[in-house]
């Protein structure tokens, strides 16, 4: 096991960890940049440095000042958490070259599965259910207007490098097709330094269900079931439960098992996420895997019991998987509520400030996850997510009802977050009878906000 792990990552993700870390009686190192002096992750660390300035490619994004710091420390690995370097091949090579464990799957799979195209080419190759689009990534206008010719609308352009919903456009037309092609393109190469794109059939009234893998160095990989996802707002999660509703056990084990096989093709280790359409006839298609821990994972430890974090660093060090496939058992219901600084009657406007008062829900089935206290000034240049409100029940039924309970308890004074909008969706009947899907928030709020005159949505 390792001594010391340094957490290159901020927020609630590097407290995650840093905790997991503790309960494996390894000590563990902060990183931080200039903005981030009096984050939570900096005090309960047992060491903590400073990489740089609040710009990212000055400090997170900064592999060297990184590299520095684990020499510093005498660090045995690295957490990459999620964004950031998460997903970076480079990153995981320069690790292992330092000598240093990435805590995480190994660098070729990375790049393998971070180059979306040719994940879904290793898919299709293995005769598994993909979305129809292209096997590889479009270069030109003309690849991708012939493409969506072949396709047929709507259909969905997706930037072949990162996630998180970035360099991602909905074409209903030909007409939006160039300058959705333009936009992606360039969004895409500012987030990720990469315009690469592809292009895939778009499903509307779709579900998106994810599901959660484990995998140790010797070739075991099990699954620990799924995620519904389909709560989103530009393609960004803001509500995740646990189990789906729509899945029967068996259609549960068949796409289990084919996440299983997805993984098993390159050779996985570690956590990771493989992601899936489902349609209205409850078929699905392979979309994609994230090669690290997602920011919903606490969804899935609240219904299996199993601590993905102490896993993930279990792994990296070279123990085996203690737990079976028949073991993995889904009890009751868990919903994650994603906290962020943005104003939901403003179109979700995110703003930065000083939590004047910071009071967590509490109770039983009620977790919190977070970096935040009282009198802690929220920096404006990063993700606005705050905490991350986690809540079970032994039923749907009692998780929302604990949900309504928990949220209603959640006090954050000083700036505007996402709760009131959360308690609003938890009142729709739309949602309380799970019959949601990816543009279930546009289609029942959103216009609400932005074209309602005042840009207020009744209630909340």
């Not at 396709?151 to 991602?168: F, H, T, V």
């Not at 994650?336 to 910071?358: H, M, Q, W």
């Not at 929220?378 to 949220?407: H, N």
């Not at 005042?454 to 909340?460: C, D, F, K, L, T």
């Amino acid at each position: 096991m390792f001594e010391k792990v340094l957490i290159a990552n901020r927020g609630e993700i590097a407290v995650r960890i840093i905790r997991a870390c503790r309960e494996l009686g390894i000590k563990s190192v902060a990183v931080y940049s200039e903005a981030d002096k009096e984050s939570l992750h900096t005090k309960l660390a047992d060491e903590a440095y400073c990489i740089g300035p609040h710009q990212l490619n000055k400090s997170y994004l900064n592999i060297p000042h990184i590299m520095s710091a684990a020499e510093v420390s005498g660090t045995d690995a690295i957490h990459p958490g999620y964004g950031f370097l998460a997903e970076n091949s480079q990153f995981a090579e320069i690790c292992e070259s330092c000598e240093l464990v990435f805590i995480g799957p190994p660098p070729d799979v990375i790049k393998k599965l971070g180059d979306k195209s040719f994940a879904k080419k290793i898919v299709t190759e293995a005769g598994l259910p993909v979305l129809p689009g292209s096997e590889s990534v479009l270069g030109s206008e003309t690849e991708l207007i012939n493409m969506a010719g072949e396709i047929e609308y709507p259909l969905i352009i997706k930037a072949a490098s990162g996630g998180g919903g970035r360099g991602m456009r909905i074409v209903h037309d030909k007409a939006e097709l160039i300058k959705c092609i333009n936009t992606a393109a360039s969004e895409a190469g500012a987030a990720f330094g990469d315009s690469s794109l592809y292009m895939e059939k778009y499903i509307e009234k779709a579900r998106h269900v994810e599901f959660q893998i484990l995998a140790d160095k010797k070739g075991n990989i099990i699954h620990l079931g799924e995620r519904d996802c389909s709560v989103q707002r530009r393609h960004q999660k803001l509500i995740e439960e646990s189990p789906c509703l729509v899945l029967t056990d068996k259609k549960r084990k068949e796409i289990g098992e084919t996440a299983v096989q997805i993984a098993k093709t390159v050779s996985y280790e570690n956590a990771g996420t493989v992601e899936f359409l489902l349609d209205e006839k409850g078929n699905y298609y392979f979309l994609e895997v994230n090669t690290r821990v997602q920011v919903e994972h606490p969804v899935t430890e609240m219904v299996t019991g199993i601590d993905i974090i102490k896993e993930q660093i279990m792994l990296a060090s070279g123990e085996a998987l203690d737990i079976r496939q028949s073991d993995v058992v889904l009890n009751g219901h868990a919903f994650e509520f994603r906290i962020n600084a943005e104003d939901a009657k403003k179109n979700f406007l995110p703003k930065g400030g000083e939590i004047e008062l910071y009071n967590p829900p509490g109770g039983p089935g009620v977790r919190v996850d977070t970096h935040i206290y009282t009198g802690y000034e929220v920096p404006a240049f990063y993700d606005s997510l705050l905490a991350k409100l986690i809540v079970w029940g032994s039923s749907r039924e009692e998780a929302i009802a604990r949900s309504i309970r928990a949220l209603d308890e959640f006090i954050i004074i000083g700036i505007e977050t996402t709760i009131p909008f959360y308690l609003h969706v938890l009142n729709n009947d739309i949602f309380r009878k799970g019959q949601v899907f990816t543009e279930f928030v546009s289609a029942e709020f959103i216009s609400n906000f932005i074209g309602g005159g005042n840009g207020e949505q009744p209630g909340i």
